[in-house]
């Protein structure tokens, strides 16, 4: 079997598994906030992890708000910056993900704001210059991904960083599909904001990370006793907190897979190409993930793409999870001004740095295969 | 070791324990959204735990709107009303958590609505007249516990929630402390929001329920890719959600351990009172959870019989894991008008479902032993 949807979830990290296991099975369990010695005890795990983690991404301790995951973050960031600002203009881009999309039209549709996709270019990189254009006296924030979940394409990040910081306004950066997958340094960043999610880098589902560059600045959207200091209520999802850290931990030890992984995405597609030139790799052209790879073969549904991979027991998506049922071409694709043609053709293959690169041999040999046999259906 | 401390948090249940290390170990992970096979699995497992979830609750299956916890829930039925209203009263008591009283004064701050929170009696019962004459016309929403954390008092919630349906008033019940340690029927209770979470019943941390009798009417405040049914954006916590039917189907099974529990409770604080007379037992004439006792010794200070007990491997609390560090009367015995005197020499004894209740022997010694060495220390 082989599991190819990294970027709509990983699987738990093997490390991670076995810490929940042997942590399910010795304990302790308590309330991270009491006043007894168990819960000191897990509280200071707690504590450790957020240590483990400000310290992978490049964040100040107090940086680090433990929450549900990106969704919550990126719902937290927009709350922060809309209750302190009367500026009425959202920017976002047209390959955000719809957790940034659906928020920012939340502030459209009872705050009156005005929000603008900024225009992507052809090779899935947002238009910077369109960006610049764009931001004015009335801008509230700027909410923009590191990298694209369905391309991978990597984003000027630290461009838009730069460029917001300049004009003194807020940068939310989604960096749900970023961290875990490449180095990432968040006060080197300059983002105001930023997120994650821990199911998507193989620690425990439930959780999450936003990041803050003033910590103070965040109004809470769970609004409870004061724990994560007053920036996020509940009691703490210690469990899975503490799997955050043994992920990043992971990944920080496994660095030298993204080189390997890369390259080996690389030959695959290169190899792709070479048997069917017909095939587009979106984003072919741009800086992207190691790991992920959105393929069409113009003509051929993505949706039997992906049903013949899976006969093949190879588990892909033809996009994001959250617009996986509609066989369209997705958003992300029409910002790009990709075709129909193919946008109803792709199939996103996502790997993660604890998979083996060789698993990319027997996608292409698979692959090949489910071309070859849709193409001869197609022209009977 | 004695754990007593299960209304901060209580630890896994053992069969969530054994479900969860068998879950991890075996798979399968994925996107609960995705459209492979491996995410209608996990779809459906987690579609599966909503419905026994539905089914244990009293609710219908739509309701059950998974969380990451009670202090979300209560966040997001606040949310839900207070867009759908221009209406500027909040009735609270002075018994609520903090999660409900700081979201009640996030309204109050950020929108000008009037907090009101309605007199307790001694007993701690929440005063039902004083609920009647403070609902107006301009009442926003009533939010109003089931049972109390700190003193395990059930709360006329059946009562209350009569009121407000008559009076067209949106309730709001803290269940958080009721559910999965004594029956609750959502649909026969009447409130228009119920919530829980998992920790405090034995399931997975970063779980929880928000119950809603019109689902259609649930505003997110978690803005995502349309989970839950667009009323909790952020994929699913699916292996804790999973935990959260095991937990409940626990509670089912053994729901005749509510009596014995009860029954050894009653025996433990009559002992206690015989030993010690000058014993104060909170809430003592009021109906209590079977599992809850929330005692003093006039004068002897809680936080020393916690660090005595403590010493004997008996882990209990002084008052809530919130209110934890203070050393002060907590605000719900203020509400009680108990006095300084008492306030401070609490400490709370909770038990969950999954304890063998012959612990109450023991921790009926430890703390007899503890009632006389710290007398004994006061007299010098």
């Known amino acids: 079997m082989i599991y190819a949807d990294y970027n709509g979830s990983a699987p738990l990290c093997q490390d991670v598994r076995d810490y929940l296991i042997k942590r399910l099975t010795d304990g302790p369990y308590a309330n991270p906030n009491a006043i007894h010695h168990l819960g000191s005890k897990v509280l200071m795990a707690m504590e450790n992890a957020r240590s483990v983690c400000a310290k992978t991404l490049g ?7 433990f929450n549900s995951g ?7 960031a927009f709350h922060s910056v809309m209750t302190e600002t009367s500026k009425k ?7 955000e993900h719809s957790a940034t999309v659906n928020t920012a039209k939340y502030y459209a549709d009872s705050q009156g704001c ?3 996709a900024i225009k992507t270019k052809p090779n899935g990189i947002i238009d910077l210059e369109d960006l610049e254009a764009h931001i004015n006296d009335d801008t509230a924030v700027v909410s923009i991904m590191a990298a694209n979940n369905e391309t991978g394409v990597i984003q ?3 461009e838009i960083s730069k460029l917001c910081n300049e004009k003194g306004v807020p940068f939310i950066c989604d960096t749900t599909q970023f961290i875990g997958k490449t180095l990432f340094h968040f006060k080197n960043c300059g983002a ?3 997120v994650m999610s821990g199911h998507k880098i193989g620690a425990m589902t439930g959780t999450g990370i936003l990041l803050a560059k003033d910590p103070e600045r965040v109004k809470p959207i769970i609004i409870g006793g004061g724990q994560e200091r007053g920036k996020r209520g509940g009691t703490q999802h210690y469990l899975g907190y503490e799997t955050l850290a043994v992920a990043l931990n992971y990944f920080e030890k496994h660095l030298d897979n993204i080189e390997i992984l890369n390259n080996k995405r690389i030959e695959f597609e290169t190899k792709l190409k070479e048997k069917f030139p017909e095939v587009v790799i979106l984003g072919e052209d741009a800086p992207r993930l190691a790991s992920t790879t959105y393929v069409a073969y113009p003509g051929i549904h993505g949706q039997a793409v992906q049903i013949e991979l899976e006969s093949k027991e190879i588990f892909v998506t033809t996009s994001s999870a959250c617009s996986d049922n509609e066989p369209v071409t997705s958003k992300v694709l029409k910002a790009m001004g990709v075709s129909d043609d193919v946008g109803r053709g792709v199939v996103r293959i996502s790997i993660g ?3 083996d690169p060789s698993m990319y041999d027997t996608i292409l040999e698979a692959l090949s295969q489910t071309y070859e046999k849709l193409t001869k259906i197609k022209s009977y």
Not at 70 to 76: D, K, L, N, R
């Open 353 to 355: 740095l604890c998979s």
């Open 70 to 76: 990106a969704t919550e973050g990126i719902s937290t």
């Open 114 to 116: 005005e929000v603008i």
């Open 192 to 194: 105001d904001y930023a």
């Open 89 to 95: 203009r959202i920017i976002i881009s047209g390959i």
């Open 59 to 65: 964040a100040d301790f107090k940086q680090v708000i």
């Open 156 to 158: 000027p990040y630290l």
